[in-house]
């Protein structure tokens, strides 16, 4: 039976009696202290969801010093890839007695300095980031007293970051075509005015992955396009096809110039993959339902988020050392369209 009492009423000591559990073990878990089991923590969640219990984060910060609050800053949170790694994110903080703020940069750099300036300070007490426009030396400049962890490529030294092996998986890709007699492969595509830092490692193996295939630099296009999106892509290979390209397997650098791709493809009288096979990249919920189904390249999304939640919640507890740089796994994931 719920109390009776408003959410605002109800207090440590309330939790701690429907659990059957002392005050201590409460406090434990609300501030996310790691030796609590698994079936007590559970327990005590329990009696949180079902009493309505809301710690006071302002009383929390004068005795711990702390919120458990962490922000989450990603460039565009409608872009798939970015929104199941906040989910993700969103998923994960919790069990280590963290709430998160989501932030949306747009990719503008005056929202990626705010995300991890003094805007924050005193609200959260760390901060999760995928910067876009920032550069590294930027970010390594600047004072933080909140900690910080990076998603993406590139990363400082002198901060933690955690990230798949880009140019590994993109070799992986080109060995998938060439298994499959695949010579005549694309990579869709560098943008103009790039401003992400995802393309370079992903070009640079797909360039390692033809030099172990032996096919010829000049065999290789390298196609541009206007943009992030599905249109700029299929913008970008419809007119090198209506050029006169002739290709056997496009690499994609994101599952949305993948889908842009069957879209042009399909324009032209293609067929997926019988003439052309194509892949993409992030494994992103379009990947899944597109037809045909979208091979691509899968990050442990969910292992990026862990990860990342853990190196804050280190520098939070106080580790001071060196900038950690964390590769976590990926794998290619075949389906129809390769």
């Not at 092996?165 to 992986?172: H, I, M």
Request: aromatic share 4%.
């Amino acid at each position: 039976m719920a109390s009776s009492r408003s959410n605002a009423q109800v207090r440590l000591v309330d939790v701690a009696a429907h659990a059957g559990v002392s005050m201590k073990t409460v406090s434990n878990v609300v501030h996310g202290h790691p030796h609590v089991s698994a079936a007590l923590r559970a327990r005590v969640q329990q009696a949180i969801d079902k009493l309505g219990y809301r710690p006071n984060l302002t009383a929390r910060r004068l005795v711990t010093g702390r919120t458990g609050m962490l922000a989450l800053a990603l460039p565009e949170m409608d872009q798939p890839y970015y929104s199941e790694l906040a989910r993700h994110v969103a998923e994960v903080a919790p069990e280590l007695g963290y709430r998160v703020l989501m932030e949306q940069t747009m990719l503008s750099a005056d929202a990626e300095r705010a995300a991890i300036g003094d805007r924050e300070n005193g609200v959260v007490d760390g901060i999760l980031f995928h910067p876009v426009r920032m550069t590294n030396a930027e970010i390594a400049s600047l004072p933080r007293d909140v900690p910080l962890v990076l998603f993406g490529e590139n990363p400082p030294a002198a901060a933690d970051h955690v990230m798949i092996d880009n140019v590994t998986a993109a070799r992986e890709v080109i060995d998938h075509f060439a298994a499959r007699g695949r010579r005549r492969i694309a990579f869709l595509g560098t943008v103009i005015d790039e401003v992400s830092d995802a393309t370079a490692p992903r070009l640079q193996g797909y360039h390692e992955g033809l030099d172990g295939v032996g096919i010829p630099r000049s065999d290789r296009p390298v196609l541009m396009c206007e943009g992030y999106s599905v249109e700029a892509s299929d913008v970008g290979l419809s007119a090198a096809l209506a050029e006169g390209l002739k290709i056997d397997a496009v690499m994609c650098r994101e599952d949305r110039f993948a889908v842009g791709a069957l879209h042009a493809l399909r324009r032209a009288g293609l067929r997926v993959p019988e003439d052309v096979a194509v892949v993409g990249w992030d494994d992103t919920q379009p990947a899944r339902w597109s037809q045909p189904q979208l091979s691509s390249v899968s990050p442990d999304k969910r292992e990026l988020a862990r990860v990342a939640v853990r190196l804050v919640h280190e520098r939070i507890g106080g580790y001071q050392g060196e900038g950690r740089h964390l590769i976590v796994p990926h794998r290619l994931v075949v389906r129809e369209s390769s």
